[in-house]
């Protein structure tokens, strides 16, 4: 009777019941494939606009065009005359006269593309993010729980056209320059939108061993203040290259001649709170602490992840982490003593974008865990 049982089994006649899996553990990777491939894709787009809107800043493109057309904009001028006439417009600006004035038309063609490009990238991220939404939202293959995080990350790709022309506003009367809290709040939107897709993207990813392991609550600590301190590390720098801080204080270790300014020079400006926006002393040296803490805790999380999950992929995302952090530093610094050329510039604004990419799949597999 074994046997016979045993023969059945092998041609498939008898089987024991399969064992139903349990939602958790449960892979969606094969079911959402095409989300996954798409939001991954998304979040490559917003990694691109980062790094064009870095060389948009570093070249002074970013007030080229004064005008903010989100439909006709998209063509630029095709004429002789149309070309003259933008380039009237700029001449209009304080920038023109104080910074570029010997630029010639051919010069205003130059840093018009930066901007121009930076626009119809954005513009192509929209469509690359709505065309796709309403195909998966109409075929029904959108994971659970995911419409309301999708037009969440929507309505923050719209929030960020609006205040990219609130921000070049600020720089078209009275100043050369946009505003760099402007700036600050333009590159944080930026990088929650990659943030968000970065999670939801790696969310689809199968996990079924992690998650079938315990993780202590101090790894997700980690894992958590990490993204945040990225977070704020990425809208400092953008005070500090907002007010060419790099430029007015390009010495390391020492700052200014010190190594922490004294308080009199970090408070100049009335009232205080101007001086963490305003003041180039303590903005720039506050985006330096910031980065010592960073590398500090990423490290610490390191050595953390390899006592209590010795060999798991926790450790090993952990461990890159500390290395794109030590890796960001090093560049950070080298752009700073080369007094931030285009190169050392843009490669130390991709690698925060890498730095944060990492952070939050880190911390998303590890909110997958028990």
């Given at each position: 009777?074994?046997?016979?049982?045993?023969?059945?089994?092998?041609?498939?006649?008898?089987?024991?019941?399969?064992?139903?899996?349990?939602?958790?553990?449960?892979?969606?990777?094969?079911?959402?494939?095409?989300?996954?491939?798409?939001?991954?894709?998304?979040?490559?787009?917003?990694?691109?606009?980062?790094?064009?809107?870095?060389?948009?800043?570093?070249?002074?493109?970013?007030?080229?065009?004064?005008?903010?057309?989100?439909?006709?904009?998209?063509?630029?001028?095709?004429?002789?005359?149309?070309?003259?006439?933008?380039?009237?417009?700029?001449?209009?600006?304080?920038?023109?006269?104080?910074?570029?004035?010997?630029?010639?038309?051919?010069?205003?063609?130059?840093?018009?593309?930066?901007?121009?490009?930076?626009?119809?990238?954005?513009?192509?991220?929209?469509?690359?993010?709505?065309?796709?939404?309403?195909?998966?939202?109409?075929?029904?293959?959108?994971?659970?729980?995911?419409?309301?995080?999708?037009?969440?990350?929507?309505?923050?790709?719209?929030?960020?056209?609006?205040?990219g022309w609130w921000m070049v506003k600020s720089g078209l009367a009275d100043r050369v320059e946009v505003a760099q809290e402007r700036l600050a709040i333009h590159l944080l939107l930026a990088s929650l939108t990659f943030a968000a897709l970065v999670w939801l993207a790696a969310s689809l990813k199968r996990r079924e061993a992690e998650?079938?392991?315990?993780?202590?609550?101090?790894?997700?600590?980690?894992?958590?203040?990490?993204?945040?301190?990225?977070?704020?590390?990425?809208?400092?720098?953008?005070?500090?290259?907002?007010?060419?801080?790099?430029?007015?204080?390009?010495?390391?270790?020492?700052?200014?001649?010190?190594?922490?300014?004294?308080?009199?020079?970090?408070?100049?400006?009335?009232?205080?709170?101007?001086?963490?926006?305003?003041?180039?002393?303590?903005?720039?040296?506050?985006?330096?602490?910031?980065?010592?803490?960073?590398?500090?805790?990423?490290?610490?999380?390191?050595?953390?992840?390899?006592?209590?999950?010795?060999?798991?992929?926790?450790?090993?995302?952990?461990?890159?982490?500390?290395?794109?952090?030590?890796?960001?530093?090093?560049?950070?610094?080298?752009?700073?003593?080369?007094?931030?050329?285009?190169?050392?510039?843009?490669?130390?604004?991709?690698?925060?974008?890498?730095?944060?990419?990492?952070?939050?799949?880190?911390?998303?597999?590890?909110?997958?865990?028990?």
């Amino acid at each position: 009777m074994h046997s016979m049982k045993k023969n059945l089994s092998t041609t498939g006649l008898f089987r024991e019941p399969a064992i139903p899996r349990s939602p958790v553990m449960a892979s969606p990777g094969s079911h959402y494939r095409a989300v996954a491939i798409w939001l991954w894709s998304l979040a490559a787009l917003v990694f691109l606009m980062v790094i064009v809107g870095g060389a948009t800043r570093l070249t002074e493109s970013g007030l080229s065009i004064t005008e903010w057309k989100p439909l006709t904009g998209i063509i630029p001028p095709l004429s002789l005359a149309q070309w003259q006439a933008e380039f009237e417009n700029y001449k209009r600006i304080p920038q023109y006269a104080q910074i570029f004035p010997d630029m010639d038309l051919s010069g205003f063609k130059f840093i018009f593309f930066f901007e121009w490009s930076h626009r119809l990238l954005g513009r192509l991220i929209g469509a690359a993010m709505v065309v796709p939404l309403i195909f998966f939202w109409a075929k029904g293959t959108l994971p659970i729980g995911f419409k309301p995080k999708l037009l969440g990350v929507l309505m923050l790709g719209a929030l960020q056209g609006f205040v990219g022309w609130w921000m070049v506003k600020s720089g078209l009367a009275d100043r050369v320059e946009v505003a760099q809290e402007r700036l600050a709040i333009h590159l944080l939107l930026a990088s929650l939108t990659f943030a968000a897709l970065v999670w939801l993207a790696a969310s689809l990813k199968r996990r079924e061993a992690e998650i079938a392991a315990p993780v202590l609550p101090g790894l997700k600590w980690f894992a958590a203040s990490t993204v945040l301190l990225v977070l704020l590390q990425i809208g400092l720098g953008a005070l500090v290259a907002g007010l060419r801080a790099g430029r007015a204080y390009n010495t390391w270790p020492l700052i200014d001649g010190y190594f922490w300014p004294p308080l009199y020079k970090l408070t100049l400006l009335a009232p205080l709170w101007r001086n963490f926006l305003d003041n180039i002393l303590l903005v720039q040296f506050q985006h330096r602490l910031t980065a010592y803490v960073i590398l500090g805790l990423a490290l610490a999380q390191a050595l953390y992840t390899s006592r209590v999950a010795a060999g798991s992929r926790a450790e090993r995302r952990a461990f890159a982490v500390a290395g794109l952090v030590t890796m960001q530093a090093a560049i950070g610094i080298v752009t700073l003593v080369l007094a931030v050329p285009l190169w050392a510039g843009l490669l130390h604004q991709a690698f925060a974008m890498l730095v944060l990419g990492m952070a939050v799949a880190h911390a998303q597999a590890l909110s997958q865990a028990c």
